[in-house]
């Protein structure tokens, strides 16, 4: 009994270690890495004699106004301030809770392995969208606000079901497996059509473009694959866990092709 409930605490402190390191860990990586790549445009700052003439000092309140003096982080009040805050906020929540979720399916045994390299391999794409947006705000900046968006709800809908399917005693229906196979096919036909030939195959694009649509491709080639990869060819089109309600294959390779025509049909118009 003792053992018992001496491991449930370890599986719970386990995960819930693991789920807030993540949102810790990734954003000073993120900055690393574009340093990588962008510290040839970085320049010194002058601490003592640099100051900011945009910020409106509102919450400092009388402690300074005007022009105000070197701080490593300014804000103002503005609507757009509280959208990033939101975001920040919403985004650091969402990411532990499935982190966490995810280590605690690992330390009782119930995960699905394959769905975690998925879930790991996207996480790129969805720190990507998180920080476009933030950056969309602060910069007033929103050419590309719904293009973004049609790719971030979409990769949102794929990671649910390998979240959903991460745990072993959800059932691996065809229909879930090819959800996400019709979602990954429709980002590669969308970022081939887009940047990634440019950039990639013909070589175009600076070294950060690159790696950063290598980053979006990979993921999306895995997405395809690996569930593909768990379909049972020999006992008719089934996957393991599938019921007889799931059998007509062809209405739900209809639906996948349906699917990612509509999608390349809305990307191109947004």
Not at 28 to 41: E, G, K, N, R, V
Not at 60 to 79: L, P, Q, R, V, W
Not at 195 to 202: G, Y
């Amino acid at each position: 009994m003792l053992k018992k409930i001496i491991c449930s605490m370890l599986n719970t402190c386990g995960a819930n270690i693991l789920g807030l390191l993540a949102p810790i860990v990734i954003p000073p990586l993120h900055i690393t890495f574009i340093y990588y790549f962008w510290h040839d445009f970085s320049r010194d700052v002058d601490k003592q004699f640099c100051s900011c003439s945009c910020w409106d000092t509102v919450f400092k309140g009388s402690y300074e106004s005007g022009i105000a003096s070197y701080k490593h982080m300014y804000f103002n009040a503005t609507s757009n301030t509280v959208k990033i805050w939101v975001t920040v906020v919403f985004g650091i929540i969402i990411f532990y809770e499935t982190v966490k979720h995810l280590a605690w399916l690992g330390f009782k045994k119930h995960l699905r392995w394959k769905m975690m390299i998925l879930f790991m391999s996207a996480l790129f794409s969805h720190y990507y969208s998180w920080w476009v947006y933030i950056n969309y705000w602060n910069d007033d900046f929103y050419s590309q606000w719904y293009h973004q968006f049609f790719f971030s709800v979409t990769e949102l809908v794929s990671t649910i079901l390998v979240v959903h399917l991460a745990d072993q005693r959800n059932l691996v229906t065809r229909r879930k497996s090819f959800g996400i196979v019709s979602i990954a096919l429709l980002h590669i036909l969308a970022s081939g059509w887009d940047q990634f030939v440019t950039n990639v195959v013909r070589g175009e694009g600076y070294a950060h473009q690159i790696v950063r649509d290598l980053g979006f491709m990979i993921p999306d080639i895995l997405h395809v694959i690996i569930p593909l990869c768990s379909l049972d060819m020999k006992k008719t089109y089934l996957l393991p866990g599938t019921t007889l309600s799931d059998s007509d294959i062809r209405a739900d390779l209809i639906f996948m092709l349906g699917t990612i025509l509509v999608g390349l049909y809305l990307c191109s118009v947004l």
